[in-house]
């Protein structure tokens, strides 16, 4: 069922809306407001459906209080899809992303490739450091990989996976535009100096990178690509492991 809010100053237009709803047993009034600003702590903290609004409105009219619900929407969806940490995307966006780009390879064999990385040596880094060390490696790592999108891969789409390990998901690109994004990568990392407390390196990452072929699911892909940022760890660590 669909659940609507009425904002609307006037009694008589309240009532006609009212009245209206009940001819459409699919959707529940949850809320009916006079005042808009009374609305719009509602609203900020309860999803609704349908929102009705008269355009008319003392105090705050419905056309700008519709742009500042729009807008609250749009900061609350970023918010649900962010990493607080990093400032990446969560598992929550990856998720979404994934389901998208398997759908449109499904349907127009539209390539797209992953990357997962791993921070090598991380839990020494918590241990000789401390966690709150450890946190700014892990926001170095946002930083850095939001850099690279920023200035060089505009549509690469950076994301935390989880604990140390990040997953940058490549829309469009087949091997060798994966590989090169992630040599480009390994080499800013390997060039940037953190200087965290008593902590003063470079962080080094395990890659490894995947694309999608045949009729691989999305666990397929990200078993592969997992395995291959094993054997990067395996084979010494600080290191890139591919194959098609």
């Known amino acids: 069922m669909l659940t609507c809010v009425i904002v609307e100053d006037e009694f008589p237009a309240r009532e006609e809306l009212k009245y209206f709803l009940t001819k459409h047993k699919e959707i529940s009034l949850e809320k009916e407001f006079e005042n808009p600003i009374d609305s719009l702590k509602y609203l900020q903290e309860n999803k609704v459906d349908i929102i009705f609004l008269d355009i008319n409105m003392p105090e705050l009219d419905g056309m700008s209080l519709g742009k500042i619900l729009t807008k609250l929407n749009v900061e609350l969806s970023q918010e649900n899809a962010t990493d607080a940490l990093t400032q990446l995307y969560n598992r929550r966006f990856i998720h979404a992303e994934l389901d998208t780009l398997h759908k449109e390879y499904l ?138």
């Open 107 to 244: 349907e127009n064999n539209t390539p797209f490739s992953i990357l997962l990385l791993d921070l090598d040596n991380f839990k020494s880094v918590n241990d000789n450091y401390g966690h709150h060390i450890g946190d700014e490696v892990i926001k170095h790592v946002g930083t850095v990989l939001n850099n690279i999108k920023h200035q060089k891969y505009p549509t690469m789409e950076p994301c935390r996976y989880g604990g140390d390990e990040f997953l940058v998901i490549l829309p469009a690109y087949q091997k060798d535009g994966a590989v090169s994004i992630a040599r480009d990568i390994k080499d800013a990392f390997d060039h940037v100096i953190l200087h965290a407390g008593a902590y003063h390196d470079i962080v080094r990452l395990s890659i490894g990178v995947a694309g999608i072929r045949d009729e691989e699911t999305i666990q397929d892909l990200l078993n592969k690509c997992d395995q291959r940022m094993y054997i990067s760890k395996r084979d010494g660590k600080h290191r890139i492991t591919y194959w098609w």
